[in-house]
C-alpha cells in the first residue's frame, strides 16, 4: 500500500472517529431512546456535540475530495513528493480541524481547514 493510500485509510478511521463522537454528544444531548426512534423533530444539538456533529459533516464532505485525488493519482501511476505531502497536510489538517472545531476555536479552525485544502490542491496540481 502506497502511503497517500494509507493516509486515505486513516481519513476513514477519523471519519468514523468523529461519528462516534458526535453519537456520544447526541446521547448526552437527546438520550438513547429519541435516538433511536425515527429522528424526526430533533432538535438542533448545541454546545461541542452540534461542533462534533458539523466536523463529522466537513469531513465526510472533504474525504470524498481527498479520496477521489488520492485513488486517481494512484490509478494513473502519479506518486511523488507532492502527491505525499499533499495526503500529509490533508490528513494532519483535518486531525487538527476535529480537534479545534470541536473545541470551539474559530479561527484556528479556519487555518487547520486551509491546511488541508493545501493538501488537497497539492495533488490536484500532479493530476493535471
Not at 478511521?13 to 448526552?28: E, P, R, S
Not at 461542533?51 to 464532505?61: I, S
Not at 494513473?76 to 480541524?97: D, E, K
Not at 487547520?112 to 493538501?119: K, Q, T
Amino acid at each position: 500500500m502506497t502511503p497517500e493510500l494509507a493516509y486515505l485509510v486513516w481519513s476513514a478511521a477519523l471519519t468514523f472517529l468523529l461519528v462516534l463522537i458526535a453519537v456520544n454528544g447526541a446521547t448526552l444531548q437527546v438520550g438513547l431512546p429519541v435516538l433511536a426512534e425515527n429522528r424526526e423533530g430533533l432538535p438542533e444539538f448545541t454546545g461541542w456535540a452540534g461542533r462534533a456533529q458539523r466536523a463529522h459533516r466537513n469531513m465526510l464532505e472533504n474525504l470524498l475530495l481527498f479520496a477521489i485525488l488520492v485513488l486517481v493519482a494512484h490509478a494513473a501511476g502519479v506518486r511523488n513528493s507532492m502527491t505525499l505531502l499533499g495526503a500529509q497536510l490533508f490528513f494532519w489538517g483535518r486531525v487538527a480541524h476535529a480537534v479545534i472545531y470541536i473545541a470551539g476555536i474559530p479561527w484556528a479552525r479556519t487555518g487547520a481547514w486551509a491546511v488541508s485544502v493545501v493538501g488537497l490542491l497539492l495533488i490536484f496540481l500532479q493530476l493535471v
